[in-house]
C-alpha cells in the first residue's frame, strides 16, 4: 500500500538554526512529492513539489528539498529557520489515482 | 485569482443530525478533491471528483457519508447521522487537467456534541 512516513512529529528549534524533516514514502510507480505547509489559523499551501528532473528542488521562504530515489526519501530543509517558520508541516505523495497521501505531519516550533 | 472556498468556517451539530459541507472550487479546476483532517489521524482522503467520471469514493469512512459535484463545479460534502467521531476539519481542493497541484480551501471545522 501507498504510505507517507514522517518521523519527526514535534521539532523546537531556536531561530537561525537549520532544520531537516524527515519524509519517507512507499510507492512503485512514477513519484510525485509535495510539501505542504499549514501556518496557524491559516489554510494548506504548497512550499515545494518534485515531478521529474533536478532531484533538488527549491521552494517558497529559502526551504528545499531533495529527492534521493535509492532511499524513498523526500527531506525538507532549510539552512536558517525564522520564528515566523513556525507551522505544522506535511510531506505528501501523489498516487497513481490522483490523490494526495498524506504523511502524519511535523509541528515545528521555532522560539524567538 | 479566487481560491477554493469551504463554507460554513464552522459547524456545531448535535449527534446524530445531518450535515452538508460546501466547496467552491477554483474557476475551470475540472478536479476536485475532499480530504479530513482530524487528531490521531493526519490528513485523511475521502472523494475525489473528476470531470464526467465516475467519482472515486474509495476513502469514505462509511456509509453515512456522501458528496456530489453539481454541474463540474460546487461541491457538497454531507454526512448522515453525526457522531463524535466525525469531529475534523473537511478540507476541499481542486486542481486544473494536466497540472499535479491541487490547491487548498482554508476548511469547515465540525464539531459533533
Known amino acids: 500500500a501507498q504510505s507517507v512516513s514522517q518521523h519527526n512529529h514535534h521539532v523546537i528549534l531556536s531561530e537561525a538554526a537549520s532544520l531537516e524533516l524527515g519524509c519517507n514514502y512507499s510507492?512503485?510507480?512514477?513519484?510525485?512529492l509535495f510539501w505542504y505547509v499549514q501556518y496557524p489559523g491559516q489554510h494548506l499551501q504548497l512550499l515545494l513539489k518534485?515531478?521529474?528532473?533536478?532531484?533538488l528542488v527549491k521552494g517558497i521562504k529559502g526551504f528545499e528539498a531533495e529527492f534521493i530515489k535509492s532511499k524513498f526519501s523526500f527531506n525538507l530543509r532549510k539552512p536558517s529557520v525564522q520564528w515566523s517558520d513556525t507551522a505544522e508541516y506535511f510531506c505528501?505523495?501523489?498516487?497513481?489515482?490522483?490523490?494526495?497521501?498524506f504523511g502524519q505531519g511535523t509541528t515545528l516550533q521555532v522560539k524567538p | 485569482g479566487a481560491g477554493v472556498s469551504q463554507s460554513p468556517s464552522n459547524k456545531v451539530t448535535e449527534k446524530g443530525k445531518d450535515v452538508e459541507l460546501r466547496c467552491d472550487p477554483i474557476?475551470?479546476?475540472?478536479?476536485l478533491y475532499w480530504y479530513r483532517q482530524s487528531l490521531g489521524q493526519g490528513l485523511e482522503f475521502l472523494i475525489y471528483?473528476?470531470?464526467?467520471?465516475?467519482?472515486?469514493k474509495s476513502g469514505l469512512p462509511s456509509d453515512r457519508f456522501s458528496a456530489e459535484r453539481t454541474g463540474g463545479s460546487v461541491s457538497t460534502l454531507t454526512i448522515q447521522r453525526t457522531q463524535q467521531e466525525d469531529s475534523a476539519v473537511y478540507l476541499c481542493?481542486?486542481?486544473?487537467?494536466?497540472?499535479?497541484?491541487?490547491?487548498f480551501g482554508p476548511g469547515t471545522r465540525l464539531t459533533v456534541t
Open positions: 481542493a481542486s486542481r486544473t487537467s494536466g497540472s499535479n497541484e491541487q490547491y
Open positions: 510507492y512503485g510507480g512514477t513519484v510525485n
Open positions: 518534485y515531478f521529474s528532473g533536478d532531484p
Open positions: 474557476s475551470g479546476h475540472t478536479a
Open positions: 505528501a505523495v501523489k498516487s497513481n489515482t490522483g490523490k494526495l497521501i
Open positions: 471528483f473528476q470531470g464526467n467520471s465516475a467519482p472515486d
